[in-house]
């Protein structure tokens, strides 16, 4: 199965910080690769797929990148509506896998 | 608006049986995938399995292969996951999940229920 790993496991960050979340994966997915926001009690919210398209509805200020084994989810002003945990996912092959979270809390 | 509902978690001991459901609405349910999607508490998410539009393709992660089966039925817009010969280890909150795209199994989800939590002990 392919590993991802995501970095750091906690941000402590402020409104209007840039953040940077990073996944890897253990080997080369291309682009097949989908970012989630998932707060507590709910389910996951899909923000990216394919590495960089951004979901309908999703504010602007998420933005994806990274292809191969390298992938970076960047928020570019957080908002207190930002405070989450945010899972990676690959699909280029089975098993489906998720990184182990990164949650963003407040500073 | 897309719903998942899903229903049928309960507790169960070990080696025990039960059967989740997913009820669709608000999509074109016969022409997506779906998965099932679970979250232990306290831990992250783990995809469980997942169905092509037809029904007729299955893939599962190894941990639950031979004890899980997901099956849907288009006419009634349902999702079903038969787990049996569970283990404490498959204690979770279970998410249906729809695939992004129509017809292939993608493996991006844009749609997820509530989830239905399965606690396994005795």
């Known amino acids: 199965d392919i590993q991802m790993t995501q970095s750091p496991s906690t941000l402590s960050a402020s409104i209007g910080d840039r953040v940077t979340i990073i996944c890897r994966a253990s080997?080369?997915?291309?682009?097949?690769l989908a970012w989630y926001q998932q707060k507590p009690g709910k389910a996951p919210r899909l923000l990216i797929h394919?590495?960089?398209t951004l979901q309908s509805g999703v504010p602007s200020r998420f933005s994806g990148s990274g292809s191969g084994t390298e992938f970076t989810l960047t928020i570019s002003s957080l908002q207190p509506d930002d405070f989450a945990t945010y899972y990676c996912?690959?699909?280029?092959?089975?098993?489906?896998?998720f990184g182990q979270g990164t949650k963003v809390e407040i500073k | 608006e897309v719903q998942l509902l899903e229903s049928g978690g309960r507790l169960v001991r070990p080696g025990g049986s039960v059967r989740l459901s997913c009820v669709a609405s608000?999509?074109?349910?016969?022409?997506?995938?779906m998965s099932w999607v679970r979250q232990a508490p306290g831990k992250g998410l783990e995809w469980v399995a997942a169905?092509?539009?037809?029904?007729?393709?299955?893939q599962y992660i190894d941990s639950v292969k031979g004890r899980f089966t997901l099956s849907r039925d288009n006419s009634k817009n349902t999702l079903y996951l038969q787990m049996s010969s569970l283990r404490a280890e498959d204690t979770a909150v279970y998410y249906c999940?729809?695939?992004?795209?129509?017809?292939?199994?993608?493996?991006?989800?844009?749609?997820w229920g509530q989830g239905t939590l399965v606690t396994v002990s005795s």
């Open positions: 999940a729809k695939d992004i795209l129509e017809w292939t199994l993608r493996g991006f989800f844009d749609s």
């Open positions: 608000g999509f074109s349910f016969s022409t997506n995938a």
């Open positions: 169905i092509n539009a037809g029904g007729g393709t299955t």
């Open positions: 080997q080369s997915i291309s682009d097949w």
């Open positions: 394919r590495a960089s």
């Open positions: 996912q690959q699909c280029k092959s089975y098993s489906w896998t």
